[in-house]
């Protein structure tokens, strides 16, 4: 019996419809558009701005496209897993709110934390399930309300992040298409440049948390990009060598959208024109865990079966990682 892989068959997206603009942002801080441009290749992100909704309020529409889009109901879901720093709550999983609120009454659910690199761990451990034959349908979810953790004073991070949520299916294939191979990292020793430093039981809630701004997400901006720069371009090119994969054999470069300058690099270690590389944060900005689905349903219309894609992710961790798949459907 030929092997069995977890298949993409299926892809969605949302983003909220509220514009924040370089211009707006230049309001608010002491920045401007041509900074913010040349600096990030960001120009605009969408914002969830109406009051009491949440990350699971943005996977509702995209997972229900999805689902009409295959032709199937809530109820044949399997398994969900939801890859977000930003869960509705800390408890429960929003997981399980996105599986009430869809009926997805058969299925079971989980969060994965792994901040930008989230839909990548996601797609992988999704991936073992169908591999196993343990699951037959299940929903790999990456959204992220990044205004929600925010401070809308500080000009390092408020430029950079946006709101959005996208969605995939994996369901079993035996034509040899789907996830092939994946190559995931993570160093705890990157946890002092980029983070949320109170709400845990680190630092749980206080009146002084909140005055000290600790709720709100740090990054180091520079330390980072030096980081995400090296790993992400080194894990892509790592997983191409390990495939034998040429340049040319790369149909598309699916890189999580953090800035413009870290695509580039990575695009060029692995001697990939732009032209085969996916990039809308000039529209949406770091969406976190929802940059990459949210490539993937961008494209989907140009995506052929048996389409050779590279997913590449740098985060919060620090985490980081690379998924070689086959695209399986599409003419
Ligand atoms: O997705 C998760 C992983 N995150 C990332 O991959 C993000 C990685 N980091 C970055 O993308 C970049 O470091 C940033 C976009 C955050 C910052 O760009 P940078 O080129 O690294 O700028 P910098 O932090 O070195 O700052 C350069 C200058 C500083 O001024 P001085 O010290 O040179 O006078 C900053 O104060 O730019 C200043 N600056 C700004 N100026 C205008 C910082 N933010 C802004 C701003 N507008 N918004």
Not at 249 to 256: M, S, Y
Request: hydrophobic letters at 40%.
């Amino acid at each position: 019996m030929s092997k069995i892989h977890a298949a993409i068959t299926a892809v969605n997206g949302y983003v909220p419809d509220y514009i924040l603009t370089n211009d707006e942002l230049a309001t608010m801080v002491d920045t401007n558009d041509e900074w913010i441009t040349t600096r990030t290749g960001i120009k605009e992100r969408r914002i969830l701005k109406e009051e009491g909704k949440a990350t699971s309020d943005m996977a509702v529409p995209a997972v229900m496209g999805l689902l009409e889009k295959r032709g199937i109901g809530a109820e044949e879901i399997d398994l969900i897993i939801f890859c977000t720093c930003t869960p509705d709550m800390p408890f429960p999983a929003t997981a399980n709110i996105l599986a009430d609120k869809i009926g997805a009454v058969n299925a079971w659910g989980y969060d994965l934390q792994a901040a930008c690199s989230g839909f990548i761990f996601g797609l992988t451990t999704g991936a073992q399930f169908i591999e196993s034959g343990k699951h037959k349908k299940v929903l790999v979810v990456g959204g992220d309300k990044m205004s929600s953790i925010i401070n809308y004073k500080d000009r390092t991070t408020c430029i950079i992040f946006g709101d959005g949520c996208g969605a995939v299916l994996l369901e079993p294939n035996e034509e040899g298409l789907g996830v092939i191979d994946s190559i995931l990292k993570s160093d705890g020793s990157g946890c002092p440049y980029l983070n949320i430093k109170a709400g845990g039981s680190l630092y749980p809630a206080s009146h002084q948390t909140v005055d000290a701004a600790m709720h709100f997400a740090y990054q180091e901006g520079r330390t980072v990009f030096k980081f995400a720069v090296t790993n992400m371009a080194e894990v892509a090119a790592d997983i191409m060598k390990r495939n034998n994969l040429t340049a040319n054999e790369v149909t598309w470069l699916v890189p999580h959208q953090a800035n413009k300058r870290i695509i580039d690099a990575t695009a060029e270690r692995m001697g990939i024109g732009e032209e085969k590389v996916m990039v809308n944060i000039q529209r949406y900005g770091n969406t976190t865990a929802g940059t990459i689905p949210l490539c993937l349903w961008e494209w989907e219309n140009q995506l052929k079966k048996g389409d050779n894609l590279v997913l590449a992710a740098f985060g919060g961790g620090f985490t980081w990682g690379s998924v070689y798949l086959k695209w399986a459907y599409g003419t």
